[in-house]
C-alpha cells in the first residue's frame, strides 16, 4: 500500500511541476553586476499574436519586480522581423529612445516530436487491499479472492511529446554585447496563454538567481 502511495505522489508532482524548464544558461563576466533594471522585450517569432502575448507577460512580470520594460510590440510596427527598412542602427535608436539598459531577445529554435511508451499498471484494490474485512487468508477460495481479485493490468499506451527549444538572449545597450544567454524546454505546452506566463516565469526566476536583472 506505501509502494502504491509513492507512486501516487510521483505522478502527482511530475503533473504539478512546470512544463517549461531551462536547460543551460551562460553568463558573461563583461555583464553589469548590480543587475539591468529597464529591459527592452523583443520575441522574435513570426506569429503577430503569440509575439505580443509573451512580451507582454514578460512586461507584466517584470513590473511586479519593479523592473521598468518596453516590448517590440508596442514601439515597433508589426511587420519589424520581415522589414528590410529598419536596421541595426535605427533599431537601437528606438531602444535608446526609451532608456533601456539592456535588450532581452527571444527566439524559437526548435521543435522536436517524439513518441514514447508507458506500460501498463497494475490496479490493486478490493477488501484486502482498501483495508475492509478480509475473507480469510487460508488455502480456499475465499482466500485466493481476497488476495486477487482487485488485481488488474491497465493497458500500456503510445504518447506523443512535442518539445519547444527557445534561446533567451541578453544584450548590454552601451556595448551591444552578448551577456548573457538560455535555453528553455517546454514539453507539450497546453495552451499559448498557459505556455507563455509559465515561461516568462522561469526565465525571470532564472535570470534574477544570476544576477542578470536586479529586483527593486
Given at each position: 500500500m506505501k509502494k502504491i502511495l509513492f507512486f501516487a505522489f510521483l505522478?502527482?508532482?511530475?503533473?504539478?511541476?512546470?512544463?517549461?524548464?531551462i536547460t543551460r544558461s551562460w553568463t558573461s563576466p563583461d555583464k553589469y553586476q548590480g543587475g539591468y533594471n529597464n529591459l527592452y522585450v523583443a520575441a522574435i517569432i513570426g506569429?503577430?499574436?503569440?509575439?505580443?502575448t509573451i512580451e507582454d507577460d514578460v512586461r507584466t512580470k517584470l513590473s511586479s519586480l519593479g523592473i521598468r520594460s518596453t516590448t517590440?510590440?508596442?514601439?515597433?510596427?508589426?511587420n519589424f522581423w520581415m522589414s528590410t527598412d529598419l536596421d541595426?542602427?535605427?533599431?537601437?535608436n528606438v531602444v535608446n529612445q526609451n532608456g533601456q539598459d539592456a535588450i532581452m531577445t527571444?527566439?524559437?529554435?526548435?521543435?522536436?516530436?517524439?513518441?514514447?511508451y508507458i506500460p501498463g499498471a497494475m490496479m490493486m484494490g478490493g477488501p484486502m487491499m482498501m483495508g475492509g474485512p478480509g475473507w480469510g487468508m487460508g488455502g480456499n477460495f475465499g482466500g485466493f479472492w481476497g488476495m486477487n481479485h482487485g488485481m488488474m493490468m491497465t493497458?500500456?499506451?503510445?504518447?506523443?511529446?512535442?518539445?519547444?527549444f527557445i534561446e533567451i538572449n541578453i544584450y548590454d545597450v552601451k556595448s551591444e554585447l552578448l551577456v548573457w544567454s538560455a535555453q528553455s524546454k517546454t514539453l507539450n505546452p497546453t495552451s499559448?496563454?498557459?505556455?507563455?506566463s509559465e515561461f516568462a516565469q522561469v526565465v525571470l526566476e532564472r535570470m534574477l538567481e544570476e544576477g542578470v536583472i536586479r529586483k527593486q
Open positions: 505522478i502527482l508532482a511530475a503533473a504539478c511541476s512546470p512544463a517549461t524548464k506569429d503577430v499574436t503569440k509575439r505580443q517590440s510590440n508596442a514601439t515597433i510596427r508589426p541595426k542602427n535605427a533599431m537601437m527571444m527566439t524559437l529554435i526548435d521543435v522536436q516530436d517524439e513518441q514514447r493497458p500500456g499506451h503510445i504518447v506523443n511529446d512535442r518539445r519547444y499559448m496563454e498557459k505556455f507563455s
